[in-house]
Structures are given as C-alpha cells and as structure tokens.
C-alpha cells in the first residue's frame, strides 16, 4: 500500500503518520500482489528407505526423493503384512517435463515371526479309539474271558 496525502501537510513514512490537531486527507493506493506463478517440480525417483514388520499398528513408509511443499502422496500408509505402491503427483498438476503420470515404488510389511515359549514341549495326539482297539486285538488269555471282554469293548466304546 501507498498513500498520497491529499490535503493537510503531514508525511507518510513506512505507511505511517502522525495525525495532527487538524483535519488530513489521505488517499491510499492499493497495489495488487500477486503470487509468485507455481512451478512444475522435477520429476523425481522415489525409493522406499527401511523395512518393515507387522505388528498390528500402522506403518507410514519413508520415502526418499519425495518433497511435500510440492508433491501429494498416497499409499504410503498401511497396516497387514503385504505389498503395497506408494505413488507421488505433483501439486501444480504436472512434472517439470510436462508429464502428469504419478510416480511409484514398491514397499513390503513383513510377516511376524512367532518363537514357542520356553519350556514348551510338544506331544504326539493319543486317541483313545486306537489305544482300546490295540487292547482288544491283545488276545483273551488274560484271564477275562473273551466274551466279557467284547462286550466291555462295546460299553466302552459307546459310552466315550
């Protein structure tokens, strides 16, 4: 802004003055800024710097040769192991060489390992079918007579 002081004898310093007892008449003169015409960025070459594992929480993957004061991005964030694409646009809507295509990198979330707790042993699973069946197939000769023995085998093989 500029002024021009149009009656009252005052002067106008760094768009100031100081009001006298009388009357001044001031007229002010508005310039238009303009702002600076934006300029296409560069088309850069991206890269994913890190790696990455799943641990429930959401990851935002660092990108390299990515500028936020002229660039949008996407696909930078994301949760469960996989593969993801991150992709860059240019703000102003196209690159320095005139493209318009966005451009991507690959990145990773990892799976998680899981280690068995200490002391922890595994067993073989019994099924009590197999083991009764054995016993059956043993003979008679252990003093309970066969017939007995078939049908406690049925009983038992109902009841479990």
């Not at 802004?1 to 009252?8: D, Q």
């Amino acid at each position: 802004m500029s002024g021009r002081i149009m009656s009252g004898g005052v002067t106008i310093k760094d768009d100031k003055f100081t009001m006298p007892d009388s009357d001044v008449e001031v007229k002010a003169v508005f310039e238009e800024d303009v702002p600076p015409a934006p300029t296409d960025p560069a088309k850069p070459s991206i890269s994913v710097i890190g790696t990455y594992t799943y641990n429930g929480s959401v990851h935002t993957a660092n990108v390299s040769g990515y500028n936020p004061a002229t660039m949008d991005i996407t696909g930078n964030t994301a949760t469960d192991a996989g593969d993801y694409t991150v992709s860059v646009t240019s703000k102003a809507g196209k690159w320095a060489d005139g493209s318009t295509d966005a451009v991507t990198a690959a990145w990773s979330i990892g799976r998680a390992t899981q280690e068995a707790p200490n002391g922890l042993i595994g067993v073989a699973p019994h099924h009590r079918g197999q083991q009764r069946r054995k016993n059956h197939w043993r003979g008679c000769n252990d003093g309970i007579p066969c017939r007995e023995r078939n049908y406690l085998h049925r009983l038992h093989r109902y009841r479990d």
